[in-house]
């Protein structure tokens, strides 16, 4: 992927400016961002350029790819597919490994505009504790501002989600908010149960989390195409992540639990489903602090976040919402 030339670069940063709006303006964990929107973990985040376009674009932050303690080349292909409402995947985590992402930090900062002071957010999955520990530590004494701990990553064969094993999320957090004191937050898997919600939300509440990602694709779901009468991707027999419009209402939900469930201290980060300002909007009512996007910005590029910053920004303004929290976690009920 070849580097922005400075007119992309300069149009990019006048886009982000554009998005530097007090309606749609937010924090997580005390981190401000310009916008209420950002790209998630996993499309368009691996590689240094990628991580630069984004820096260039009116995404609120960058964010990583999830990495591990190794360099990974991820599942076999195909491995992706998009469908009409969003996708289905099962990447396997590729990535450059944690120490690629360490040493290009300080570069991706060096390349942040001034008038930006764009806030980094690193994700890490690794596939035990020791390994989360030794990633956790060095992005603690790096220029990261936020860490997002990966509990939810379904497409590792052999490899359960931490985030649905309580016990050992518990174990998990005792350790790794220790090391440090830069915002530590989770990306937890969809859960389905109110006993779930509560118990998670429990476990949280023992620790200085600072944020939470909700939710994850949900995983080991099946697409056939009928013509083939096959399974449309290849890695786990077919069985990968479902993304996209599919999961806003799962999405949705397990913002609305924990966020009546968490104090406000924490923040609840929203995603799954969102392509437009309506659909960042009503994560919003729900109670999220700030809204990524994946599956949108995997089809729609670095454009996406600008796009749904205006549109989020004309409906507070119509609204007459002077403020993210002026509208934050206002749900009505029937």
């Given at each position: 992927m070849s580097n922005p030339t400075h007119n992309d670069n300069t149009s990019s940063i006048?886009?982000?400016n554009r998005c530097v709006n007090k309606r749609?303006?937010?924090?997580?964990?005390?981190?401000?961002?310009?916008?209420?929107?950002?790209?998630?973990?996993?499309p368009r985040c691996t590689e240094e350029d990628e991580l630069n376009l984004l820096g260039a674009s009116?995404?609120?932050a960058i964010m990583t790819k999830s990495c591990t303690l190794e360099p990974r080349q991820g599942n076999a292909e195909p491995r992706y597919q998009a469908l009409p409402l969003g996708s289905i995947q099962s990447m396997g985590l590729p990535n450059l490994g944690y120490q690629a992402y360490l040493e290009m930090l300080p570069r991706l900062k060096q390349a942040i505009s001034p008038q930006t002071n764009k806030p980094i957010v690193v994700s890490v999955s690794g596939?035990?504790?020791?390994?989360?520990l030794t990633m956790v530590k060095a992005f603690q004494a790096s220029c990261a501002d936020l860490i997002e701990v990966n509990f939810s990553c379904p497409n590792?064969?052999?490899k359960p989600q931490v985030g649905y094993d309580f016990e050992q999320t518990e174990r998990a957090l005792e350790q790794l908010c220790q090391l440090g004191s830069k915002p530590i937050g989770l990306k937890l898997p969809p859960y389905f149960d109110f006993s779930h919600f509560i118990t998670m939300a429990n476990i949280i509440k023992k620790f200085p989390v600072r944020f939470i990602t909700c939710i994850n694709s949900v995983g080991n779901t099946l697409v056939i195409d009928p013509e083939t009468e096959s399974a449309i991707i290849k890695p786990k027999g077919g069985f990968g992540g479902l993304c996209g419009d599919y999961i806003k209402p799962i999405?949705?939900?397990?913002?609305?639990a924990f966020s009546q469930l968490l104090p406000s201290s924490i923040d609840i980060i929203g995603v799954g489903g969102i392509k437009t300002g309506t659909d960042a909007f009503e994560y919003l009512l729900a109670g999220a602090s700030a809204v990524q996007v994946a599956t949108c910005f995997e089809?729609?590029?670095?454009?996406?976040?600008?796009?749904?910053?205006?549109?989020?920004?004309?409906?507070?303004?119509?609204?007459?919402?002077?403020?993210?929290?002026a509208a934050k976690g206002k749900l009505k009920m029937i």
């Open positions: 006048e886009a982000v749609i303006s937010t924090r997580i964990a005390q981190v401000p961002l310009a916008s209420f929107i950002f790209n998630a973990s996993g009116a995404s609120a596939f035990s504790l020791a390994d989360n590792i064969e052999g999405g949705l939900a397990n913002v609305r089809k729609e590029g670095i454009e996406c976040f600008d796009r749904i910053a205006k549109e989020l920004d004309s409906i507070m303004a119509a609204k007459q919402y002077s403020s993210i929290a």
